[in-house]
């Protein structure tokens, strides 16, 4: 099957095990230097972090049964003290995987285009993320979805990309 016949869908209550797994797999691929730190707090909460009224929203593409992409949102914590977003709607994009047989076909696209009208469903102002060089061709992707860059930390690991999209 390719990337453009695989359905996008939120995952149910019966589907959190499985998202989190394949989230955590993708993890593990993407950021090897982070395989002994503990589960991420949302990921830990996944129905409360991404199924709760007012919350983020999580989206997951499926072949089949099998879950091949994944992308989410979450409320912007204004933990980046250069990042000034008080008083306004702001989530921030996270977890955007495709699996790499499902590369280069529009998936990630795709999904985060039906995040993004989700997004703006809910009166979402600003939609933040953060992304690093060492990522191939992430930085490119999100300015071809009309982000912009704000600010690139000096951090010689991460060189940690703050990038934005007012919707």
Request: glycine residues 8%.
């Amino acid at each position: 099957m390719s990337a453009v016949d695989v359905r996008i869908e939120a995952p149910g209550e019966g589907s959190i095990a499985a998202t989190v797994a394949f989230v955590m797999a993708a993890r593990a691929v993407i950021f090897p230097m982070l395989a002994d730190s503990p589960m991420p707090a949302d990921l830990a909460d996944f129905a409360g972090s991404y199924l709760a009224p007012a919350q983020g929203r999580f989206l997951i593409a499926r072949d089949g049964e099998r879950i091949v992409a994944a992308i989410g949102y979450l409320p912007y914590d204004h933990r980046f003290a250069q990042l000034d977003y008080r008083g306004r709607r702001v989530v921030e994009v996270v977890r955007l995987f495709v699996e790499p047989a499902y590369r280069r076909g529009g998936l990630a696209r795709r999904l985060y285009e039906a995040l993004k009208a989700l997004a703006v469903e809910q009166g979402v102002e600003v939609l933040y993320l953060h992304t690093h060089p060492f990522l191939p061709g992430a930085i490119e992707f999100w300015q071809r979805q009309g982000f912009r860059i704000l600010d690139v930390e000096d951090d010689p690991v991460w060189r940690t990309t703050h990038m934005e999209l007012a919707v």
